[in-house]
T-cell receptor
Framework: NAGVTQTPKFQVLKTGQSMTLQCAQD?????MSWYRQDPGMGLRLIHYSVGAGITDQGEVPNGYNVSRSTTEDFPLRLLSAAPSQTSVYFC???????????FGPGTRLTVL | EDQVTQSPEALRLQEGESSSLNCSYTVSGLRGLFWYRQDPGKGPEFLFTLYSAGEEKEKERLKATLTKKESFLHITAPKPEDSATYLC????????????FGGGTRLMVKP
């Protein structure tokens, strides 16, 4: 099992550009989520999904879009990148019945 | 709103010097307290779940304890390989099993 995979590992964008961060899991987990991590602020929930076709907003959803068409994939879209979105982004997945989250290796995004 | 606060932000220890990390929380109803370890450049890795006051969990040199208002991660005779950031978290209300994280404690163990 590859677990949770994320691509790309690093990305530099200019203000106003759009891009999609990819996340995939091969553990047949029902739940998937996106967090961002900034220095001294821990991880903050952006969006999450409890199953294919079902998504909801987390703590900091503005400027991001998600969809979940399959159990395996949960891409995060930045619609118009801003410097405030410079961060490390983590995707996570878990079973519906448990709280143990399995995290991907992260994507380090810089917006100039 | 749930709040999770960790202290200290950073902790330097000599190898073999035991200490404790603190995680204080404010929640409407505790449905668990979670500890994760995060190495530089990697995603967090699950360590422990605690569900009720008085509960303890152990793994190698780490022991997690829980009271009604806080949790401690005790590190006994740490080694350099224990150096990492330790995160605690609680489940969010009405958000599946998503988590609210504290800011983390960066532990550095010198040989």
């Amino acid at each position: 099992n590859a677990g949770v995979t994320q691509t790309p590992k690093f990305q530099v964008l200019k203000t106003g550009q759009s891009m999609t961060l990819q996340c995939a899991q091969d553990m047949n987990h029902e739940y998937m989520s996106w967090y961002r991590q900034d220095p001294g602020m821990g991880l903050r929930l952006i969006h999450y999904s409890v199953g294919a076709g079902i998504t909801d907003q987390g703590e900091v959803p503005n400027g991001y879009n998600v969809s979940r068409s399959t159990t395996e994939d949960f891409p995060l879209r930045l619609l118009s990148a801003a410097p405030s979105q410079t961060s490390v982004y983590f995707c996570a997945s878990s079973y519906a019945g448990g709280y143990e989250q399995f995290f991907g290796p992260g994507t380090r995004l810089t917006v100039l | 709103e749930d709040q999770v606060t960790q202290s200290p932000e950073a902790l330097r220890l000599q190898e073999g010097e035991s200490s404790s990390l603190n995680c204080s929380y404010t929640v409407s109803g505790l449905r668990g307290l979670f500890w994760y370890r995060q190495d530089p450049g990697k995603g967090p890795e699950f360590l422990f779940t605690l569900y009720s006051a008085g509960e303890e969990k152990e793994k190698e040199r780490l022991k997690a304890t829980l009271t009604k208002k806080e949790s401690f991660l005790h590190i006994t005779a740490p080694k350099p390989e224990d150096s990492a950031t330790y995160l605690c978290a609680v489940p969010r209300d009405n958000a599946g099993n998503m988590l609210t994280f504290g800011g983390g404690t960066r532990l550095m163990v010198k040989p």
